[in-house]
């Protein structure tokens, strides 16, 4: 497995703001769709957003896409989550992911691929 490395979490106090990013590393190309995930504790992991390779991203619901704004550079096949006003109920374990594809060691082929990186921990003071 490609795993994509991600970086930004940490503590921030409620109404406060941080940007997450998350790097598909070399191996991961021609990547259709970049996503962000939250897992918070004890609870399921949930969508957060999604964007489609040239199209606009979709958020999960208005409460998140009015706070939640993700962007991304395909320069550098980086995807940013930018969250502003953050809530205690933010605090969650955020996860992104990559579609795209991969050469296969054996036959040179592309093979598609889904990445997921390590997880970054949020939390969010009162």
């Known amino acids: 497995q490609v795993q994509l490395v991600e970086s930004g979490g940490g503590l921030v106090q409620a109404g406060g703001s941080l940007r997450l990013s998350c790097a598909a590393p070399?191996?991961?190309?021609?990547?259709?769709?970049m996503g962000w995930y939250r897992q918070p504790p004890g609870k399921q992991r949930e969508l957060v957003a999604r964007?489609?390779?040239?199209?606009?991203?979709?958020y999960s619901d208005s409460s998140v896409k009015g706070r939640f704004t993700m962007s991304r550079d395909n320069a550098k096949n980086t995807v940013y989550l930018h969250i502003t006003t953050v809530k205690p109920e933010d605090s969650a374990v955020y996860y992104c992911?990559?579609?795209?594809?991969?050469?296969?060691?054996?036959?040179?082929?592309?093979?598609?691929?889904?990445?997921w990186g390590q997880g970054a921990l949020v939390t969010v003071s009162a």
């Open positions: 992911d990559a579609e795209g594809f991969r050469l296969d060691g054996t036959t040179g082929w592309a093979l598609r691929t889904d990445a």
């Open positions: 070399g191996p991961i190309f021609s990547i259709n769709g």
């Open positions: 964007q489609t390779t040239g199209r606009a991203p979709k």
